[in-house]
């Protein structure tokens, strides 16, 4: 079946623009995560959603990032006025709700590049 | 300070090699996952463990959980240069288990 897919999997941009990050989930998943990884290190936790609210917005690093999750299915994640220290790896995960063990299934990503 | 110490962060051996890492913390866990991440790709997950003194075994990977669930090992016997990748762990946070938080990772490359 179908895996959680990103769009796009490359962004190149320039320091001050807007980028838009997209993620289809697994179909019926209920919970999913946005995660950022720095080149070689592990996962940041940034966000997640159950259904279309987001419980936690704990992980966002600061007030230029924001997330939407419509129809209970694809999330945005929107980084504004990008600045260099954003490059990253950005991960997008779906888990279906009500597992005990919370197993999350991930994108390939997408590779955010600010100039 | 991380949440979760994983060692070592880099680990580089021959094929044919045994090889265990570790992923270590002080808090207690009621649950713990390893995942697998391969350049260009997401993490996959490998194996939940969730019950102290736990072994779990996946082909030539073997799992353990701590008997007092604040660390976890993961060995491999006879390494290919398929087990190449980012080795992470991963323990989901109360409330609810939602947030996950991830170690920094092992990266194993193995050398045919």
């Known amino acids: 079946g179908a895996g959680v897919s990103q769009s796009p999997s490359n962004k190149v941009t320039e320091k001050g623009k807007d980028v838009e990050l997209r993620c289809d989930p697994i179909?019926?998943?209920?919970?999913l995560y946005w995660y950022r990884q720095s080149l070689g290190q592990g996962l940041e936790f940034l966000i997640y959603?159950?259904?279309?609210?987001?419980?936690?917005k704990s992980g966002l690093p600061s007030d230029r990032f924001s997330a939407e999750r419509t129809g209970g299915s694809v999330s945005t994640l929107t980084i504004q006025r990008t600045q260099q220290e954003d490059s990253a790896v950005y991960l997008c995960?779906?888990?279906?709700?009500?597992?005990?063990?919370?197993?999350?299934?991930f994108g390939p990503g997408t590779r955010l590049t600010v100039t | 300070t991380q949440l979760l110490e994983q060692s070592p962060q880099f680990l580089s051996i021959q094929e044919g090699e045994n090889l265990t890492v570790y992923c270590n913390s002080s808090?207690?866990?009621?649950?713990l996952q390893w995942y697998r991440q391969e350049p260009g790709e997401g993490p996959v997950l490998l194996v939940t463990?969730?019950?102290?003194?736990e072994v779990k075994k996946l082909k030539r990977l073997t799992f353990q959980f701590g008997d007092a669930r604040k660390d976890s090992s993961l060995h491999i016997t006879a390494a290919q240069p398929g087990d190449t990748g980012l080795y992470l762990c991963?323990?989901?946070?109360?409330?609810?288990?939602?947030?996950?938080?991830f170690g920094a990772g092992t990266r194993l490359f193995v050398k045919a």
């Open positions: 995960a779906s888990s279906p709700s009500g597992t005990i063990s919370y197993e999350q299934y």
């Open positions: 179909s019926g998943h209920t919970a």
């Open positions: 959603f159950q259904g279309n609210s987001a419980p936690d």
């Open positions: 808090s207690v866990f009621s649950s």
């Open positions: 463990v969730v019950t102290g003194g």
């Open positions: 991963a323990v989901p946070l109360p409330p609810g288990g939602f947030k996950t938080i």
